[in-house]
């Protein structure tokens, strides 16, 4: 089992930046890919960024490229979304998953372990 707490969400500008990050415990062998999903209100899950277990591979949604960057840290076990230049378009719930496997992926049913999720709130 992996346990993973997201954190880093609040109200922010248009314009502005945020942080989110995820720590995992327990078996984080089996979190060889983490990612980043998100929600808005009436919205199905959508992604929004994955990297693998090195950081030496990641994807995005066309929606947030050159604007997010997913990171990890192996010693601290957390993964990071940084967010700039936000847009009202941006608010949801971002939630934190991660996946054992060796293939990169962007499918929501493919993570097996979720964190809590963090509302991120973008005004205009």
């Known amino acids: 089992q992996v346990q993973l707490v997201d954190s880093g969400g609040g109200l922010v500008q248009a314009g502005g930046s945020l942080r989110l990050s995820c720590a995992a415990s327990?078996?984080?062998?089996?979190?060889?890919?983490m990612g980043w999903f998100r929600q808005a209100p009436g919205k199905e899950r959508e992604f929004v960024a994955a990297?693998?277990?090195?950081?030496?591979?990641?994807s995005y949604a066309d929606s947030v490229k050159g604007r997010f960057t997913i990171s990890r840290d192996n010693v601290k076990n957390t993964v990071y979304l940084q967010m700039n230049s936000l847009k009202p378009e941006d608010t949801a719930v971002y939630y934190c998953?991660?996946?054992?496997?060796?293939?990169?992926?962007?499918?929501?049913?493919?993570?097996?372990?979720w964190g809590q999720g963090t509302q991120v709130t973008v005004s205009s």
């Open positions: 327990g078996r984080t062998t089996s979190s060889a890919y």
């Open positions: 990297i693998n277990r090195s950081g030496g591979s990641t």
């Open positions: 998953a991660a996946r054992a496997g060796v293939i990169m992926t962007t499918t929501v049913a493919q993570y097996t372990y």
